[in-house]
C-alpha cells in the first residue's frame, strides 16, 4: 500500500515530486522550486522532522544539504513536506455543525474563514479547524465557497463515498441558493437570468464578463427592498469562480462590502466590521448514499444594510 502521510494538529502535508534536474542537492532543488521560502527555513523543517520521503522516512538537514540531489531522486519520486504561516491572522469567528452522519458533515461557516489552507492562511481555515475539533482525519470539503462568503458548506468524513457526493455537484445535482444585499434597480424585470461567459481578468484573484459562448447562468430575484437597496436571491446554475459576484456586477449590482468587484481592495486591510453580503443560504440534492432527499439552511443573516435602516 503506498504511504500514506500522517495529519499534523490537523494539518496534512503538501507534495513535491522530484523531476530530473541539475540541481546539485536537494536544497538547491527546493528553493530553486519555491523561491520565496529561504534555504535556512527549508533546512529548519528538516531538522522538525517536517520533510519526509516518499517511504516516510525524514530528510536530515545534511542530507538535504549535502546529499547529491540525483540520490534522492533514486530513492524517492516526490517528497512530503509540512508548512507554517508565520504571523497567521488569528479570525475570531466560528463556524456552527448543522448536521453530521456517517458520510456527511454540513458546516455553516462564518464570513472571513477560509474553507482551506492556502496563501497566509493554515491553521485560521475551516478545514484545520474541524479536523482538530472533531478529530476527523479524512475529513475533505465535497465543495467550496469564498473566504468572504458566508453560508454553508458539506464534508465527506469517508473516502469510500466520497466520490458519489462529489459527482453530485460535477454532475449539477446539487440546487444551490444564495442571498445577497446590493443596490436596488427597479428599471430591470424581475426575476432576472444572467447569462454570460466567464474567464480571468488579468489578475489571479480576478474573473470578469467577456463576449462568447455563456459559461455561467445565475437566476436572480428579489426578496425584499429597503430604500436604495434590496435582499437578492441567486440560485446558480453553473459553477464559475466568483460567478454571483461578477454577474451582480455585470447588473450594475455590486454587492455589499465587496472587497473585489468592482475595486480590489489592497492586501491588509479587511475590516471584520464590513462582510460581504452574500450567503450560501441553502443546498438540497438527493443523498446517493440513502436515496432520500436533503435540505439544509443556514441559521446566518445578511445585516449589511441595518446601519441604513
Not at 86 to 98: G, K, R
Not at 243 to 259: E, S, T
Request: glycine share 6%; charged share 20%.
Amino acid at each position: 500500500m503506498p504511504f500514506k502521510p500522517p495529519t499534523r494538529r490537523g494539518i496534512g502535508p503538501s507534495c513535491v515530486g522530484l523531476p530530473a534536474g541539475p540541481w546539485p542537492t536537494l536544497l538547491d532543488f527546493l528553493t530553486a522550486r519555491f523561491p520565496n521560502i529561504t534555504p535556512q527555513t527549508w533546512l529548519d523543517r528538516m531538522a522538525h522532522g517536517d520533510v519526509i520521503d516518499e517511504q516516510g522516512q525524514p530528510v536530515l538537514p545534511q542530507h538535504g544539504a549535502q546529499a547529491p540531489y540525483a540520490a534522492h531522486q533514486r530513492l524517492s519520486r516526490r517528497l512530503y513536506y509540512y508548512r507554517e504561516v508565520p504571523d497567521e491572522p488569528s479570525i475570531p469567528f466560528e463556524a456552527v455543525v448543522l448536521f453530521e452522519d456517517a458520510h456527511l458533515l454540513v458546516v455553516d461557516k462564518p464570513h472571513f474563514l477560509p474553507v482551506v489552507p492556502s496563501g497566509g492562511y493554515l491553521r485560521e481555515t475551516l478545514l484545520v479547524r474541524l479536523k482538530n475539533k472533531l478529530q476527523l482525519d479524512d475529513l475533505v470539503p465535497i465543495h467550496r465557497i469564498d473566504r468572504d462568503t458566508a453560508g454553508l458548506v458539506l464534508f465527506s468524513k469517508q473516502p469510500a463515498s466520497r466520490g458519489a457526493y462529489c459527482a453530485l455537484f460535477s454532475q449539477h445535482q446539487v440546487r444551490k441558493t444564495y442571498e445577497a444585499i446590493a443596490p436596488w434597480r427597479p428599471d430591470l424585470s424581475w426575476p432576472h437570468t444572467r447569462s454570460s461567459r466567464i474567464r480571468e481578468a488579468g489578475h489571479f484573484m480576478l474573473q470578469h464578463e467577456v463576449p462568447g459562448q455563456p459559461n455561467a447562468i445565475t437566476h436572480i430575484d428579489v426578496l425584499e427592498v429597503r430604500g436604495d437597496q434590496a435582499r437578492y436571491q441567486l440560485k446558480p446554475v453553473t459553477g464559475q469562480r466568483h460567478q454571483l459576484r461578477v454577474h451582480m456586477l455585470g447588473l450594475g449590482l455590486p454587492i455589499l462590502n465587496d472587497g473585489l468587484y468592482p475595486e480590489l481592495t489592497p492586501e491588509g486591510q479587511l475590516d471584520h466590521a464590513r462582510p460581504l453580503q452574500l450567503l450560501a443560504k441553502r443546498l438540497e440534492f438527493t443523498d446517493p448514499i440513502k436515496g432520500e432527499p436533503r435540505q439544509f439552511d443556514s441559521d446566518r443573516v445578511l445585516n449589511g444594510w441595518m446601519a441604513n435602516t
